[in-house]
């Protein structure tokens, strides 16, 4: 299958990682973080770019937030959604560096609004959600707006999230997406299904390359079932979605167990019934290669993706690779159509 590739931001001189990506009026906007390194948060910023050719070309990035070298805290990553009235959301995880609040329990979410396709954004909102690695605003049919974040609760990693039935005014108490004692639930990619139904998948952050998780609401978030094997073995970060003729397009880094480096970076395609069934063997579905890290160093693997009118799909995540030791924002652009051929009559 023919993957194109494109550099969205590559600079010498820092760590760059953790992208996500918006289609909003026949543009792209890609925000990611910089930071000195993936195990160095001395200094952190969250930066922005932009395309108007379909992520061929990009921008010079421009910072969203101020830099954080000497600051008692640090950012984490970045996600950006696009409302139905056009605003453009960006989610921020703001992590205690210093004191008796360090840590993902003490995190606080940030909301950053563009009402201008990103040419401004506002003073950010916090919210009462605590936690790291937060989802994107997810907007409901109803309006409801749904954010997520983890953090340790009773010895494990546990997925929370708050909604609001009055744009973010006010805010639900926690729910409590999914905890299973013996299993890290993290990092949740929220997929409204139609109706009051919403598909969260999750990683497993144990190490051990255990299935990607998953779990369903049936009440727009206020309650949740029982966690299931979804069958994408060592599944790190997914990013869910539908295509446009119906099939689930998920992202994601590939990490195989203890011992090795994360080096492959992949999508699959499934269907629906396969997303809303509680048996892992249900349903069907293909995983794509997209992208290999050759670095030594490899790291990789958080993404995001969009699918234009036409059928492109373009992804971005951040990779080391020829960067050798720094990260850096790679965009991808591939067709639905070339991922399944015809049968011949």
């Given amino acids: 299958m023919k993957v194109e590739k494109f550099c969205v931001s590559s600079d010498p001189d820092i760590y760059e990682a953790w992208p996500d990506i918006v289609l909003s009026d026949g543009k792209l906007l890609c925000v990611f973080s910089e930071c000195t390194h993936h195990n160095d948060r001395s200094y ?3 930066m922005v770019t932009e395309s108007t050719d379909r992520g061929r070309h990009w921008t010079p990035k421009r910072p969203l937030t101020k830099g954080t070298a000497g600051l008692p805290y640090y950012y984490n990553c970045a996600r950006i959604s696009r409302l139905s009235d056009g605003t453009l959301v960006i989610v921020v995880d703001r992590i205690p560096a210093v004191g008796e609040g360090v840590g993902a329990v003490n995190s606080v979410i940030l909301l950053y609004f563009s009402h201008d396709q990103g040419l401004t954004w506002q003073a950010p909102v916090e919210t009462p959600l605590r936690g790291i690695v937060p989802e994107r605003l997810t ?3 109803d309006g409801r707006w749904l954010i997520a974040a983890h953090r340790p609760d009773n010895g494990f990693l546990t ?3 708050r909604y609001s039935d009055d744009r973010g005014q006010t805010w639900s108490e926690e729910v409590t997406v999914a ?3 013996g299993r890290n639930l993290c990092e949740v990619s929220l997929l409204p299904a139609g109706g009051s139904t919403i598909v969260a998948f999750m990683r497993e952050n144990s190490g051990l390359g255990y299935d990607c998780q998953k779990t369903i609401s049936c009440d727009n978030g206020e ?3 029982k966690v299931t094997d979804f069958p994408l073995p060592g599944c790190h970060r997914p990013t869910a979605g539908f295509l446009q003729d119906g099939q689930v397009f998920i992202t994601y880094r590939f990490y195989p167990g203890r011992g090795q480096r994360p080096c492959n970076f992949f999508a699959a395609l499934c269907d629906r019934e396969s997303i809303l069934s509680e048996e892992r ?3 069907s579905g293909r995983t794509i290669p997209i992208d ?3 670095s030594p160093l490899a790291d990789l693997g958080y ?3 969009v699918e234009f009118a036409d059928g492109e799909i373009y992804v971005v995540t951040y990779i080391v690779d020829d960067a050798l030791d720094k990260g850096q924002i790679r965009g991808y652009a591939l067709k639905r159509e070339d991922m399944l051929l015809p049968l011949q009559k």
């Fill in 179 to 181: 905890q299973v004692p």
């Fill in 303 to 305: 993404s995001g993706w």
């Fill in 281 to 283: 063997g249900a349903g």
């Fill in 292 to 294: 290999y890290d050759r």
């Fill in 44 to 46: 952190t910023r969250i």
């Fill in 223 to 225: 309650t949740w079932g």
């Fill in 159 to 161: 997925q929370f999230l």
């Fill in 139 to 141: 907007e409901l049919p």
